[in-house]
């Protein structure tokens, strides 16, 4: 009779061990998802700050020679500050569900990977 509670024992010790094994390796796996996303956000906002920064200076240099060909700066600048805004209008009504769609799935798929 000892012997079998001994084997109960000893197979309710693997058990224990089994799953203090398998809670660490999903803290790891976490733990590697987690700074995987995080370093994509981070390289992501590090490119579209640079893109913004070119995107600034080539609309500047836009501006100013659209406005030299219409014979007044000012002119350049609201022509380009126009088509920013149509730009604008058409991402917010138009692009607004499809990049909620688009960076959801992005998450999830990195998340997924990772794990």
Do not use: C, W
């Not at 994509?40 to 406005?67: K, P, R």
């Amino acid at each position: 009779m000892s012997e079998i509670i001994n084997e109960i024992r000893s197979y309710a010790n693997l058990t224990r061990q089994y799953f203090d094994v398998k809670v660490e390796m999903i803290r790891v796996k976490s733990k590697i998802a987690i700074s995987s996303f995080v370093s994509s956000m981070i390289i992501g906002m590090i490119i579209a700050v640079l893109v913004g920064v070119a995107l600034i200076f080539v609309s500047f240099g836009l501006a100013h020679t659209i406005g030299q060909k219409l014979g007044d700066p000012a002119y350049g600048y609201y022509i380009v500050g126009g088509g920013y805004f149509v730009i604008g209008i058409l991402v917010f009504v138009l692009g607004r569900a499809f990049l909620k769609k688009y960076i959801q799935n992005e998450i999830i798929s990195k998340l997924d990977e990772e794990l």
